[in-house]
């Protein structure tokens, strides 16, 4: 389908991989754009891996099935380069955003001789800095959002303060903390 970008995030139960998905797919709803987002289920428990899903079109989606071959792979935990084929189907011109303190460089040797693009951010110290608590999905949505483009920057992250503001509305130090959190890590990632 033409204008289609396809995301696939990988996780760790309880790390808000599947929140992260949900949120993009809402944020770029919200910008005019056609979504689907949704998680794959397996027996979910917390530290268990995940997996979630995104599509956002300018057209209308027609296609209801998991995503085989992404443009874009999000890896909330580094540690799931060990276990998982995290590269499996990605695009070769996609790219791969990983939430690691070390290098790109140092992260191609765990992606099974993938190629492409391959972003970091180090989403612990975007959050300890911002939020004071580990949350890496905050960070890494901005990061990916970043990377592929699908929306304006500035859009994003008006469109996340509405929703942001929403949820935290009896907790303003929160919302406050997850929007610097998403701004530094626009300008954190590598």
Do not use: C
């Given at each position: 389908?033409n204008?289609?970008?396809?995301?696939?995030?990988?996780?760790?139960?309880?790390?808000?991989?599947?929140?992260?998905?949900?949120?993009?797919?809402?944020?770029?709803?919200?910008?005019?754009k056609?979504?689907?987002g949704?998680?794959?289920?397996?027996?979910?428990?917390?530290?268990?891996?995940?997996?979630?899903?995104d599509r956002?079109?300018?057209?209308?989606?027609r296609?209801?099935?998991?995503?085989?071959?992404?443009?874009?792979?999000?890896?909330?935990?580094?540690?799931?380069l060990?276990?998982?084929?995290v590269?499996?189907?990605?695009?070769?011109?996609?790219?791969i955003?990983?939430?690691?303190?070390?290098s790109s460089?140092?992260?191609?040797?765990?992606?099974?001789?993938?190629?492409?693009?391959?972003?970091?951010?180090?989403?612990?110290?975007?959050c300890?800095?911002?939020?004071?608590?580990?949350f890496?999905?905050?960070?890494?949505?901005?990061?990916?959002?970043?990377?592929?483009?699908?929306m304006?920057?500035?859009?994003?992250?008006?469109?996340?303060?509405?929703?942001?503001?929403?949820?935290?509305?009896?907790?303003?130090?929160?919302?406050?903390?997850?929007?610097?959190?998403?701004?530094?890590?626009?300008?954190?990632?590598?």
């Open positions: 389908m204008g289609l970008t396809e995301f696939r995030w990988h996780g760790r139960g309880g790390q808000g991989a599947k929140t992260a998905a949900l949120l993009l797919a809402d944020v770029a709803f919200k910008t005019g056609h979504v689907q949704f998680p794959e289920y397996g027996p979910e428990r917390m530290g268990a891996p995940i997996t979630a899903y956002i079109s300018d057209r209308q989606i296609v209801h099935s998991n995503i085989y071959e992404p443009d874009y792979v999000v890896v909330v935990d580094e540690t799931l060990n276990s998982v084929n590269t499996k189907g990605l695009k070769k011109d996609g790219a955003l990983v939430n690691t303190p070390r460089e140092e992260i191609y040797t765990y992606l099974h001789g993938y190629q492409g693009r391959v972003y970091t951010i180090d989403a612990r110290k975007v300890m800095k911002t939020l004071g608590k580990y890496p999905n905050t960070p890494m949505l901005a990061a990916i959002v970043k990377i592929s483009e699908i304006e920057e500035d859009q994003f992250i008006k469109e996340m303060e509405a929703s942001l503001g929403h949820k935290f509305a009896k907790k303003p130090e929160m919302l406050e903390g997850n929007m610097k959190a998403l701004r530094m890590a626009l300008q954190e990632v590598h």
